[in-house]
Structure formats: C-alpha cells, structure tokens
C-alpha cells in the first residue's frame, strides 16, 4: 500500500520518490543505514543552505521539499532533535512563534528534548509533511502508550534557501471521545 503524501511512503517505497539531480552540489546519496532503520523519506538529503534558492532558483520547491521531509525524518523517526536542528536550523536567528518558548535555536532544542521527547514510549504517527512557495508543513500525531500524550500537531517552518528560519504550531488534545470520526487524520 503507498501513502503518497505521506512520509510513511518514503519509508517503504523510497524508489519511487528517487529524484535525481546529480548536478546539484547541495544534493548528496543517501548515506548507508543500518538494516533496522527505515528508509529515509528520500534517496537524497539536502544540507541546509541559507543562499540555496539564490544559486538554484529552479529547484528550489524541490530542494525545501526534499529538506522537509530530511528534517521529519530526523525529528519524528529518528527521534533525534539535535540532529534534525543541526542539520537544519542554522545558528542565532530562528523565529519561534511557539508563545511557551522564546526564540532562537538552542530553547528550542532544550524545549523539545528535555520536555515530550522525554516521554516514555513516545511514537509519532499519521506523519505528513510537504513543502511549497518557501514554507513546509509536517502533521502528525504524537502519543504514548500510558497515555500521558495525545496530540494532533502542525509545525508549519519558513524556509531560507533550504535551512529552516521560523516556526509556527498547532496543537490540539486527543480525547477519543471527539464526535467527528474524520477528526485529525
């Protein structure tokens, strides 16, 4: 089965997302994976580069898009916050529209880190994201098996060249007991 907007796709069918632009120096192969790790959500990973869409104007939706998806992936499966940031939110200037962390990189981190991604058993699910116009957007689903987290969440991140620069969220409590059955996902 193939979810096409949905990172879980490129988990499970990464060659029919394969985007091939060797001429791009900012596009590198994907580097080897252990056999326990799931595909990454493309063949390729970008480095985050605040004068991307000046060098590569014509790729640069392409580009955030792939960026996105590297960003998820290191996030949410990988569960590696310091990884996804430094991967992609360079230095000082990063805008957190967030109203319970104040901006820059390392609140975030610290936030995010030492605070849900502590939960026991935490999993992300229902993992969407997509990029366009120089914005990105990953939803998903956060829970724990004790239940201490229920959430649907939207990060919406404004992209410079391929790096990401701003933040926004959404989220909204999981009761179970929502009388809309196409709620959240």
């Known amino acids: 089965?193939?979810?096409t907007s949905t990172i879980l796709a490129f988990f499970l069918?990464?060659?029919t997302y394969a985007i091939?632009?060797?001429?791009?120096?900012?596009?590198?192969?994907r580097a080897a994976l252990n056999v326990t790790d799931p595909l990454p959500p493309t063949d390729e990973h970008v480095a985050c580069d605040l004068e991307a869409a000046e060098k590569y104007p014509d790729d640069i939706a392409r580009l955030q898009s792939i960026a996105i998806k590297n960003y998820a992936y290191l996030l949410l499966v990988k569960k590696d916050v310091h990884a996804a940031f430094d991967a992609f939110v360079p230095g000082p200037v990063y805008i957190q529209h967030n109203p319970n962390v104040v901006s820059g990189r390392e609140p975030i981190i610290e936030a995010l880190a030492g605070g849900l991604w502590t939960?026991?058993?935490?999993?992300?699910d229902h993992v969407m994201a997509w990029a366009?116009?120089?914005?990105g957007l990953v939803h998903y689903?956060?829970?724990?098996?004790e239940g201490a987290v229920h959430l649907s969440v939207m990060d919406r991140v404004r992209f410079q060249g391929t790096c990401i620069v701003e933040h926004w969220d959404l989220m909204q409590s999981i009761t179970g007991k929502e009388p809309n059955p196409e709620a959240w996902f």
């Open 141 to 145: 689903r956060a829970w724990a098996r």
């Open 13 to 15: 069918t990464s060659a």
């Open 132 to 135: 366009g116009e120089g914005y």
């Open 20 to 29: 091939a632009a060797p001429s791009l120096a900012l596009v590198a192969p």
């Open 119 to 124: 939960v026991p058993d935490l999993v992300f």
């Open 1 to 3: 089965m193939r979810f």
